[in-house]
């Protein structure tokens, strides 16, 4: 029987989507903290704005602190949507790799929103402490080699 059809399937990637869908929203709030709990305490987050990898929970907090507040200074809201997810797994150490596409939209008072970037992210989750957390993240941009 295809994966894709099967109750057990069907109910990963439905928590699969609940895990992104409440780290996306922590990430849009500022939550930096509750954001990084949601990585491995070594996790790792590579996006295309940083010449280098960020690793562990306190790098990972003090980049959205600091970008947060940077956003609220400019009278920015930026939303990351993400949206179909394809869901490979559980390997044989447990882990989900997942594949999926970001839209980040951002918005200024007074302003209509705009599009700021399409981007592609490549995540390895575990369960620890019977949570999903981001082991590794990978991000790249549709407009950037």
Do not use: K
Not at 64 to 86: I, K, P, W
Not at 116 to 136: I, S, T
């Amino acid at each position: 029987m295809n994966e894709t059809f099967s109750p057990g399937y069907a109910s990963l990637c439905a928590d699969i989507q609940r895990f992104h869908a409440r780290q996306m929203q922590l990430l849009d709030s500022g939550d930096a903290e509750a954001w990084a709990a949601t990585f491995t305490e070594d996790g790792l987050f590579a996006p295309p704005s940083l010449p280098e990898p960020v690793r562990g929970r306190a790098a990972l907090a003090e980049g959205v602190r600091s970008a947060h507040a940077d956003l609220a200074a400019g009278g920015e809201v930026r939303r990351h949507l993400l949206t179909t997810a394809a869901v490979e797994g559980p390997g044989a150490d447990g882990s989900v790799r997942v594949r999926s596409y970001v839209q980040v939209v951002a918005t200024r008072r007074d302003e209509a929103p705009r599009l700021l970037m399409m981007c592609v992210c490549d995540d390895v989750l575990v369960v620890e402490d019977g949570e999903w957390q981001v082991r590794e993240r990978y991000v790249t941009r549709d407009d950037r080699p």
